[in-house]
């Protein structure tokens, strides 16, 4: 397995936890719970944001550029 193969591993991994944490913060049934899965989460974001900085410094991460007639559509259709 190459670096850029680890990398996306890692960030996969990483979104995956940010989805579970942002769950978690949402249904916590006390302060206690919710800070702590809210900590987890910040801390989640922060790694998920770093891989994807050094996957996109070396070109490994190039998110595609959404078509102006698409915006256009989903503009429209959720806009007041």
């Known amino acids: 397995m190459d670096d850029r193969n680890v990398m996306e591993n890692l960030l996969q991994l990483s979104k995956a936890a940010c989805d579970l944490y942002m769950h978690g913060t949402v249904e ?5 719970v919710h800070q702590t899965f ?3 989460l910040n801390a989640a974001l922060y790694m ?3 891989v994807y900085a050094k996957m996109s410094a070396k070109g490994w991460y190039a998110p595609e550029q959404a ?4 915006i256009n559509t989903v ?3 959720y806009c007041c």
């Not at 916590?28 to 206690?32: D, E, F, Q, V, Y």
């Open 48 to 50: 998920q944001d770093s």
């Open 67 to 70: 078509e102006q007639q698409k």
């Open 75 to 77: 503009r429209q259709k």
């Open 28 to 32: 916590a049934a006390t302060a206690n």
């Open 38 to 40: 809210n900590q987890a």
